[in-house]
């Protein structure tokens, strides 16, 4: 049962849930439109956490890496857009000790920490609206792109002691993302949601609310639904850590529903 009261006060200290949110694109951040309205809601549906282990598609590497900074900098890891995305600062404070936490727990991973990354844009586009003080602690974990679904899913398990510990775990991606056929949809002025992306994101919808992980974990070798909906995996991959650090005994919540572009699910899932 989500404490709606919590947010409104000090940091909670019961159980906290688990979130995944299609963040899709950077312009979210600073335009006033449905997923926007949609992130800062989300910020109003958990108790405000200690902090925030924040698991982006935006990096995406070979290794386990945590940022270490007790002041992680803004990131604008993208470029073609307006001036003001790039002016956009997301102050947080980083949280050293929960860094160095999250690498003994990761220590069969060879995880280390870093200080030359920060907060990319698939982490503060939707923190800037959660959390627009920028009062809650973040610290990023990447996504090692050696790894094989199930090894995510296994390494994600080892963090689920966080949760009993006010850490707020938030997986940034995307359900769909096939990036060609946004661009293609954009230029065309069209907004139609292909029928293999309405499959797969159904496909998702429907493992998630069943609590089976194993399909969620195998989804990406689906056929041609899934090459489709993922060209790549990076931004499917933070599906798989909030859903391993998911119960069965966690209710089930999906506040942000629909597709941008066509091609992007902007899907969200709370769980417990």
């Known amino acids: 049962m989500t404490d709606h009261n919590a947010t409104a006060h000090s940091p909670s200290t019961m159980r906290m849930p688990v979130m995944f949110v299609g963040h899709g694109s950077p312009m979210n951040a600073i335009e006033d439109n449905r997923w926007s309205q949609g992130f800062t809601a989300l910020g109003q549906m958990v108790p405000k956490p200690r902090a925030i282990l924040a698991v982006s598609a935006h990096w995406y590497v070979p290794g386990t890496y945590l940022t270490g900074e007790a002041q992680p900098k803004t990131i604008h890891d993208f ?14 404070p980083g949280r050293p000790d929960l860094a160095t936490q999250v690498r003994q727990a990761l220590d069969h991973h060879d995880a280390q920490l870093r200080t030359d990354w920060g907060l990319d844009h698939g982490t503060w586009s939707v923190l800037k609206w959660m959390f627009p003080d920028a009062d809650v602690p973040v610290v990023q974990l990447s996504i090692d792109r ?3 679904p199930r090894a995510h899913f296994e390494l994600a398990r080892s963090l689920t002691d966080l949760r009993d510990q006010g850490v707020l775990v938030l997986g940034s991606g995307n359900t769909v993302h096939n990036l060609r056929d946004a661009f293609h949809q954009m230029k065309a002025r069209t907004h139609d949601t292909p029928a293999w992306a309405q499959r797969f994101d159904d496909a998702v919808l429907a493992a998630v609310q069943q609590h089976d992980a194993d399909t969620i974990v195998g989804l990406l070798d689906g056929g041609d639904d899934a090459r489709l909906a993922h060209p790549t995996p990076e931004h499917y991959l933070p599906l798989i850590y909030a859903m391993a650090l998911s119960d069965a005994n966690d209710p089930v919540r999906t506040p942000i529903v629909g597709f941008d572009a066509g091609s992007l699910s902007m899907r969200a899932f709370i769980w417990g």
């Open 79 to 92: 470029g073609g857009f307006p001036r003001p995305l790039f002016e956009v600062q997301y102050p947080a």
């Open 146 to 148: 050696a790894l094989s």
